[in-house]
Nanobody
Framework: QVRMVESGGGLVQAGGSLRPPCAVSGIAFSWYDRGWYRQAPEKQRELVAVMSSSCSTKYGDSLRGRFTVSRDNAKNTVDLQMNSLQPEDTGVYYC?????????WGQGTQVTVSS
């Protein structure tokens, strides 16, 4: 059974930081592209950051430099370091792992940034 469990969300003031981890089990994680998406209220889910199995990275518009994705294959985790958070970063953050047609998602963790 594949499990992806995010944690570490919460309420933070503008300018603050969060680092939600995602613990993954049940798949050969190192083979997968892995990363984070987010969804704000009444908006579509959008890319935050992904890291391929070869460790190349891709970030959503304007997020590179503030957000950093990292992974630990030994621990089967994918973390998201978020700095200089702004109210527009508020949303539910989902971690994901993708290999060809297989895609797995966590249940999401709420991040709320107050002004």
């Amino acid at each position: 059974q594949v499990r992806m469990v995010e944690s570490g969300g919460g309420l933070v003031q503008a300018g603050g930081s969060l680092r939600p981890p995602c613990a993954v089990s049940g798949i050969a994680f190192s083979w997968y592209d892995r990363g984070w998406y987010r969804q704000a209220p009444e908006k579509q889910r959008e890319l935050v950051a992904v890291m391929s199995s070869s460790c190349s990275t891709k970030y959503g518009d304007s997020l590179r430099g503030r957000f950093t994705v990292s992974r630990d294959n030994a621990k089967n985790t994918v973390d998201l370091q978020m700095n200089s958070l702004q109210p527009e970063d508020t949303g539910v953050y989902y971690c994901t792992a993708v290999l060809r047609l297989d895609a797995y998602w966590g249940q999401g963790t709420q991040v709320t940034v107050s002004s």
